[in-house]
């Protein structure tokens, strides 16, 4: 399928990712949005914070919420259990995907703050 995007002039002037990674940003958002949690959210909105490009403490310093922190241990038991529902299991396959881009970025900042 082809699409068509329009970008506001702040991200149209940028380097664009090659298109299957610009594939995969759609194909998160869409799962984003059939993917709706405390959790989820707070990922998603720390990762869009990433590509805000702030400082590296900044970065380092990111945290869920209390809500967040909850479900994400809520999930982590039910799944170490087995019992997942399917909606609970998107959840969580969402979780995770979110979770390890957040990730990269801590280490990313904290390898930067390091070599200060």
């Known amino acids: 399928m082809t699409v068509t995007l329009e970008l506001p002039d702040e991200v149209a002037g940028k380097p664009l990712p090659n298109a299957r990674i610009l594939a995969g ?3 998160a958002g869409l799962r984003r949005h059939r993917v709706e949690s405390v959790l989820v959210r707070e990922l998603s909105a ?17 945290r869920v919420g209390d809500a967040a922190q909850e479900r994400m241990e809520e999930l982590l038991e039910r799944n170490r259990e087995g019992a997942l529902s399917d909606d609970e299991r998107r959840e969580w396959d969402e979780f995770e995907r979110l979770e390890c881009l957040v990730r990269m970025g801590k280490i990313s900042a904290a390898a930067r703050v390091k070599a200060q």
């Open 46 to 62: 720390m990762v869009e914070r990433l590509s805000e490009s702030p400082g590296p403490e900044e970065i380092i310093a990111m």
């Open 25 to 27: 940003f759609v194909q």
